[in-house]
């Protein structure tokens, strides 16, 4: 049996000493570093992202979530790209319907088709591949690996659509086709 692998979330109110503060979080263990999305509420993700990517050597590390209405996909992707490029590979792109981040700016959350549709386009993005939408042409330069992605965390009922319709779709090898969601009940944390 695989060791199990810890994370930790951080909501940077300031960027001062965060990078040693994730130094100290991989000192202390935590495979996983999630950085909160929210505009309006904390400092800027990214910046905190690339803090984080060169005060730290092995963590996978990551928006814990960003959503596809308050950034352009092309900026997201560009962003995470940057990140993955700083961190040596370590990035992996959390994405989810919106909370905070749209909540203070009095936007409704993502659909669960928008939310998809978006999940495969920054897939695309990240691994350098041309988009065509609405008549446009998007790519992001010199973006060359497809980031990994984590999908909709989060306990609104589309979130747990989403996750359980992906689940369907993919079961992975070895464990049986079974999800169970509730959407009347709040989604407990792992």
């Keep these: 049996m695989a060791a199990p692998r810890f994370g930790i979330v ?15 979080a991989e000192a202390h263990g935590f495979d996983w570093l999630g950085v909160a999305d929210s505009q309006s509420v904390f400092r800027e993700l990214y910046v905190a992202l690339t803090l984080a990517a060169l005060h730290t050597r092995r963590m996978r590390l990551g928006p814990l979530v960003t959503n596809p209405l308050t950034r352009h996909l092309v900026v997201t992707a560009s ?5 993955d490029e700083l961190s040596g590979g370590r990035a992996v792109l959390g994405v989810g319907s919106g909370d905070s981040a749209l909540y203070t700016i009095g936007a ?4 669960l088709a928008g939310l998809e549709d978006s999940v495969l386009t920054l897939g695309r993005l990240t691994a350098g591949e041309t988009v065509e939408r609405d008549g446009r042409t998007w790519r992001v330069q010199r973006s060359t690996r497809r980031v990994p992605r984590s999908h909709a965390r989060g306990d609104r009922p589309v979130a747990c ?8 779709r993919r079961p992975q090898a070895g464990r049986p086709r079974r999800v169970v969601v509730r959407e ?6 792992p």
């Design 184 to 189: 009347d009940q709040p989604r407990r944390p």
């Design 10 to 24: 951080f909501l940077p109110e300031s960027l001062r000493g965060f990078g040693e503060l994730c130094t100290e």
């Design 161 to 168: 659509r989403h996750r359980a319709r992906r689940a369907r």
């Design 79 to 83: 962003a995470i790209s940057s990140v």
């Design 108 to 111: 409704p959350p993502a659909t």
